[in-house]
């Protein structure tokens, strides 16, 4: 029986506040006049990345908890309106949301109110199971409490993907996510050592493909053992915000490895995802579509297809 669902993306809806800063850090002073103005959208890592598998083609499910407020009403409108299927579990602290300090240079700095997923809180295991055996593939935002359905995801035979973000390489509350999926995201940001990560990663668990994301710098990939560098993608418009581009990425290399891509080839259209994600404001929540990706790919010439 064919599969409904592409990929069911677990964990990580919620509400951001944008709030452009004159510089980051940012100085200390009694107060800041910030232009352009303050705006609170729905969309965090799990929405980000539906709306990018979706936008894509792939037929996306969202699953998490949401609080009976207004900024879960801000989600399940976003999530409604682009036709992305949601599951909301009722959370009784309220929905996930944070302030996202955005500098002119369009790097972000992300306060996240840590109150709004207590630790008490569960995912009901037949409705993940339920979920899961539908679909192709699960991807798990590091959102509490989305690791402990990580069992579950596995019994139900998916295979999965989980986003480390700017994981140190140490803090064991990534650990559970970076050594039971099968394909691993993660930043190069926090790392002293990204190769000694990622090789780590596939040495201790289960993972066959291992990416780090470098900005600009491109990304690297580790598989089979093999590390390899892909390189950044020239935008199409101007960077204003880097909110989102990992998540793009992640949607992006999604699509190739469903699609039978070799891993490397699945990098190149994260990249073309990802930059794309660098030219749409942060209070946006656009993303590249299908065609346009891989018109992309095909446009690029072959110094920018090197593999190193």
């Known amino acids: 029986m064919r599969k409904q669902t592409d990929v069911l993306v677990l964990g990580g809806a919620g509400v951001d506040t944008i709030v452009h800063v004159p510089e980051l850090p940012l100085p200390f002073a009694d107060s800041h006049m910030i232009r352009p103005g303050i705006e609170t959208r729905a969309g965090q890592s799990g929405d980000f990345v539906s709306v990018g598998l979706h936008a894509l083609g792939l037929r996306t499910h969202h699953l998490d908890m949401l609080g009976d407020d207004h900024e879960g009403e801000l989600v399940r409108a976003l999530h409604l309106d682009r036709g992305i299927p949601l599951t909301a579990v009722h959370l009784p602290a309220g929905t996930k949301r944070a302030v996202n300090l955005v500098g002119p240079d369009g790097r972000r700095l992300s306060l996240y109110d840590a ?5 008490t809180e569960r995912f009901d295991e037949s409705t993940v199971r339920a979920l899961a055996t539908d679909a192709r593939h699960a991807h798990v935002v590091i959102t ?6 990580l069992p579950t995801l596995r019994e139900a035979g998916v ?14 509350y990534h650990e559970s996510y970076a050594l039971q999926a099968d394909t691993v995201f993660l930043s190069t940001t926090a790392l002293a050592d990204p190769e000694r990560t990622m090789r780590d990663i596939e040495a201790r668990g ?22 390899t560098h892909t390189p950044a993608v020239t935008p199409h418009a101007s960077v204003v915000d880097s909110n989102g581009a990992g998540d793009a990425f992640a949607a992006g290399f999604l699509l190739g490895l469903l699609n039978g891509e070799h891993p490397r080839r ?13 030219t749409v404001p942060s209070t946006r929540t656009d993303s590249i579509g ?3 990706l891989l018109a992309r790919v ?5 110094e920018e297809l090197m593999f190193k």
Do not use: K, M
């Open 159 to 172: 295979t999965v993907s989980t986003d480390l973000h700017d994981w140190d390489g140490a803090n064991p």
């Open 266 to 278: 699945a990098a190149l259209f994260g990249a073309v995802a990802g930059a794309y994600a660098c």
């Open 115 to 119: 109150t709004r997923t207590p630790d």
């Open 290 to 292: 299908r065609d346009a």
């Open 144 to 149: 509490q409490p989305c690791d402990l359905a």
């Open 298 to 302: 095909e446009e690029l010439s072959p």
């Open 206 to 227: 289960r993972a066959r493909i291992v990416v780090a994301t470098a900005g600009a710098e491109g990304s690297y990939l580790l598989y089979d053992g093999e590390l």
